[in-house]
C-alpha cells in the first residue's frame, strides 16, 4: 500500500490558551469532520495557567493527519501543533484503575501479573483489587487481556499523555 492510503496511529500535542470553549472548538473539529479520537487528554501546563496541553491520538492516512493539522493549526487560540510521531522519539504514557473481582486461584493469578506488570495494588477486599497501572498503551492493553479471564469488572484510563524526548519542545 502507499502511504496515502495506508492507515497509521498519529499522536498530537496542541498547545492552546487556556480559555472556555478551546476544547470543544478542537472535539468540533474531529467530530464534524468525522475523525475518530482514540484518546484525549488535557490539561494547563504553564505556571499561571494561561496555556493548555491537548493530546490528541487519533488514526488517519497520512494526507488525513496532514489536514488535521492544517484544521488545528486554524483554530484561534492554538500556538503550536506537533505530530509527535512525526517529530521523532517521544514518550507516550496513560494510566489506568483495574478493578479485578475475585477469589481463590484466579486472585493469586491477577496478583502475579500485576506484579509482573508492575501494577500496584491501591484498593484491596477479600472480594476485589484496584490496581494502577502507568505506561504505554500497548502495555496496559495486555494487562487488561490477561486480567479479563481473573474477574476483570472495571477499567477506568486516562488517555495518552506524550512528550518529546530531548530537547525538543511544544512551547
Not at 503550536?80 to 493469586?108: C, F, N, S, W, Y
Request: hydrophobic residues 45%.
Amino acid at each position: 500500500m502507499s502511504s496515502d492510503t495506508s492507515m497509521r496511529s498519529a499522536t498530537i500535542s496542541v498547545l492552546v490558551e487556556n480559555e472556555a470553549g478551546v476544547l470543544a472548538r478542537v472535539i468540533g473539529l474531529f467530530s464534524g469532520r468525522g475523525y475518530n479520537i482514540d484518546s484525549l487528554t488535557v490539561a494547563p501546563v504553564e505556571r499561571d495557567l494561561s496555556k493548555s496541553r491537548i493530546t490528541v491520538v487519533t488514526t488517519g492516512t497520512d494526507m488525513v493527519i496532514e489536514q488535521i493539522k492544517a484544521q488545528l493549526y486554524r483554530l484561534v487560540p492554538v500556538y503550536k501543533v506537533l505530530d509527535l510521531t512525526m517529530e521523532g522519539p517521544h514518550l507516550a504514557r496513560e494510566l489506568a484503575l483495574i478493578k479485578v473481582i475475585g477469589a481463590g486461584e484466579a486472585r493469586q493469578e491477577a496478583l502475579r501479573l500485576a506484579d509482573a506488570f508492575r501494577a500496584r495494588v491501591i484498593d484491596a477486599s477479600t472480594e476485589s483489587f484496584i490496581f494502577e497501572l502507568t505506561g504505554a498503551t500497548d502495555k496496559l492493553d495486555a494487562f487488561l487481556e490477561l486480567m479479563r479471564p481473573l474477574g476483570l469488572a472495571e477499567v477506568s484510563r486516562t488517555g495518552v499523555a506524550a512528550i518529546a524526548r530531548g530537547t525538543k519542545t511544544i512551547g
